[in-house]
């Protein structure tokens, strides 16, 4: 398996279905952009897990017409902590990943912890 993230199209998002979304890890944070790498494993994501808000934010446009491009999964403790330390100096959180920038944010508004600490999160451009 490989460990690029799950492309996805907000226009092609199904609203069921199982699919394996590669983990990722930070190798640096500056506040506002993690440079993340992939860890080598993969956990489920469940489609139907969306509720209906969580599909039209994942589905919709964010900020300035970002839309979603794909999905992966970060440790959730990583991701409250970088959420928090990006919103004290009103930044978006962005990560990058093999030389691209995004916008990223958690698919639930209620984060669901898979396989113990990942949280699925939906990269936007």
Same mark, same amino acid.
């Given at each position: 398996?490989?460990?690029?993230?799950?492309?996805v199209s907000r226009l092609a998002v199904p609203r069921e279905g199982i699919v394996t979304v590669p983990c990722y890890q930070a190798r640096?944070?500056?506040?506002?952009?993690?440079?993340?790498?992939?860890?080598?494993?993969?956990?489920?994501f469940d489609f139907a897990?969306?509720?209906?808000?969580?599909?039209?934010?994942?589905?919709?446009?964010?900020g300035e017409?970002?839309?979603v491009q794909a999905l992966i999964a970060v440790d959730v403790d990583w991701l409250v902590e970088v959420m928090q330390e990006a919103d004290r100096?009103?930044?978006?959180?962005?990560v990058e990943i093999a030389d691209v920038w995004y916008y990223v944010s958690p698919v639930h508004l209620e984060p669901t !912890? *898979?396989? /113990?600490? @990942? !949280? *699925?999160? /939906?990269? @936007?451009?």
């Open positions: 398996m490989t460990s690029v993230p799950h492309a640096a944070f500056n506040g506002r952009t993690a440079l993340l790498a992939p860890m080598g494993t993969r956990v489920p897990s969306l509720t209906d808000r969580d599909f039209a934010l994942l589905t919709g446009e964010r017409a970002w839309t100096r009103d930044r978006t959180l962005g !912890v *898979v396989n /113990g600490r @990942y !949280v *699925v999160v /939906g990269l @936007y451009r």
